[in-house]
């Protein structure tokens, strides 16, 4: 079976400074892949070389078999790669559906609309008529990830979904994990909590210093053994 999404050798540069090294990684269709690593580890570069917005120095990245390489970001989301950056963010001024609706504008046919996305969110059900400005950051957040579903992406990137919130609004977030899989999306999630990570990946993938130092079937690691790969102690 060809991966969804394959990355070969891969090189990504910031002037002089490299920030990737030669990472590989391979995700099948339905799968979800948590991508681990402490600050500055190279995470948010990686998903941003996937998503068209960062350049690759070397190696490949394929999607459904197709080389990736020169395609803009926008070719990238028509051909169903939608990233969720870090930092929520939502039209202030639209309300919770009109942000969800916008997501959808152009977007591909699939198993994502608005009803879907409330059940995900069963939160933002009741917030359908609030505007961006008067969300709280859970919502946002929820608000931001409906956005991109909306567009019906294959592959959903989602960049620290759960950094700055409150325990009990990342849970939320992370109920609608295995709803967002069940419904056939591929997930890579970038996150720095190894245990919300473990809970809803099938494969970790743990980066130090642009390579890769750990790369294993979610069940076959513990908390201790991803730490230890995020610190180098291994
Ligand atoms: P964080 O959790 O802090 O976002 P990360 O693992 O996502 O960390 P990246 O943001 O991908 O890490 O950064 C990887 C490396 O690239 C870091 O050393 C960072 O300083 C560097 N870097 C990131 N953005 C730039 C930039 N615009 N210009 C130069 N260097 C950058």
């Known amino acids: 079976m060809t991966a969804l999404l394959d990355l070969e050798s891969v090189d990504v540069h910031y002037g002089d400074f490299q920030a990737i090294h030669g990472v590989s990684l391979s995700l099948d269709e339905g799968e979800t892949l948590a991508v681990m690593g402490a600050n500055g580890a190279g995470k948010s570069t990686l998903l941003k070389a996937v998503a068209g917005l960062m350049a690759t120095s070397a190696g490949a990245v394929r999607f459904g078999g197709q080389d990736l390489a020169g395609m803009a970001p926008h070719q990238r989301v028509a051909a169903g790669i939608s990233l969720v950056p870090e930092g929520r963010r939502v039209f202030k001024s639209l309300t919770v559906e009109e942000n969800l609706l916008v997501g959808g504008y152009s977007g591909r046919p699939g198993p994502w609309d608005l009803a879907a996305v409330f059940k995900a969110f069963p939160l933002l059900a009741e917030r359908r008529s609030r505007t961006g400005i008067h969300l709280s950051g859970g919502e946002q957040q929820a608000t931001a990830i409906g956005r991109a579903l ?18 009990v609004v990342v849970k939320d977030i992370y109920q609608a994990l295995p709803v967002i899989s069940s419904r056939g999306t591929t997930v890579l999630i970038v996150e720095q909590d190894v245990s919300q990570a473990l809970s809803v990946a099938d494969h970790v993938q743990c980066l130090l210093e642009g390579r890769t130092v750990l790369e294993a079937s979610a069940a076959s690691v ?11 102690l291994e």
Do not use: I, K, Q, W
Not at 222 to 232: E, L
């Open 222 to 232: 513990t908390r201790d053994d991803v730490a230890a790969a995020y610190f180098g």
């Open 150 to 167: 909306m567009a019906n992406p294959r592959l959903l990137l989602l960049d620290e979904v759960s950094l700055g919130l409150a325990p």
